[in-house]
């Protein structure tokens, strides 16, 4: 009989325990990524459906000096913005994803060791993709144009002022221009340092169209060319066409 009473005991105390504590599982951050472009950076992640939040860190890669992210502490969101935080900055940085539980806290304290997912290494400056760039064509003469290229802004300022990709990139940021003549499949690209660009050598009352993209050759191969831009035709009798993937002439009845 002593013995029943025991294991009734046990089996009570034990019951009363799992009560207490339930699950203590919480489901960490998975798919950690970055996402970047002309330097506006998030950090994006999946988790199961659960009621528990999340909180970030970020640190620069190799120092212990881990910040939080006041905007994403704590978060139920499965993404944080560290724009402002990394800027456009020529470091490597890591980032920290942590899972909170308000009653495991409250229960084990803080040194209960929540789970932590870590996120691959990004460095804002090498990384970040580049939009496509928008451009206007000037007509020289029958074999020459100019390409005035205009740069995209970013998120980050400097001294009240909105930043382009070329204030950030300064002398980094070349220029890539794609070019064929209408019924060529053959296609030239040269590279040029000035925004203002000019193309010579052009066969005159030839139709001709452009591309033009970002090109920073100091960066890694995957992230040295930005995208291209929407295509722009030159016409042979000078008359400029956007957003065509053929460059024409003008039916006889327009020329009539």
């Not at 990709?165 to 300064?170: G, N, T, V």
């Not at 591309?211 to 050759?217: K, Y």
């Amino acid at each position: 009989m002593a013995c029943i009473k025991t294991l009734l005991c046990v089996g009570a105390c034990m019951t009363a325990w799992s009560m207490t504590t339930g699950d203590t599982s919480v489901p960490k951050a998975q798919n950690v990524h970055w996402t970047s472009l002309d330097f506006q950076t998030i950090l994006k992640w999946t988790v199961e459906e659960s009621e528990h939040t999340y909180t970030v860190l970020y640190s620069e890669k190799n120092h212990d000096n881990w910040m939080d992210v006041d905007h994403c502490s704590r978060t139920s969101e499965t993404e944080c913005d560290l724009t402002r935080e990394l800027e456009a900055s020529d470091k490597n940085y890591e980032a920290d994803i942590r899972a909170d539980s308000e009653h495991l806290l409250d229960e084990f304290g803080s040194d209960y060791d929540f789970p932590h997912t870590y996120a691959p290494m990004f460095n804002p400056y090498k990384e970040s993709n580049i939009s496509a760039l928008e451009f206007s064509l000037t007509d020289v003469d029958e074999g020459t144009v100019i390409l005035n290229i205009t740069h995209p802004l970013t998120s980050i300022s400097e001294g009240g002022k909105q930043q382009t990709i070329k204030d950030i990139l300064k002398n980094d940021l070349k220029y890539k221009i794609s070019y064929y003549k209408s019924g060529s499949t053959g296609k030239k690209k040269k590279i040029v340092d000035s925004s203002s660009a000019e193309v010579s050598g052009l066969d005159a009352g030839q139709s001709y169209c452009f591309m033009v993209a970002a090109f920073i050759p100091s960066r890694p191969k995957a992230t040295q060319q930005g995208a291209w831009s929407t295509l722009q035709c030159r016409q042979g009798d000078t008359h400029f066409t956007q957003g065509a993937y053929t460059c024409r002439h003008k039916t006889e009845a327009q020329k009539h």
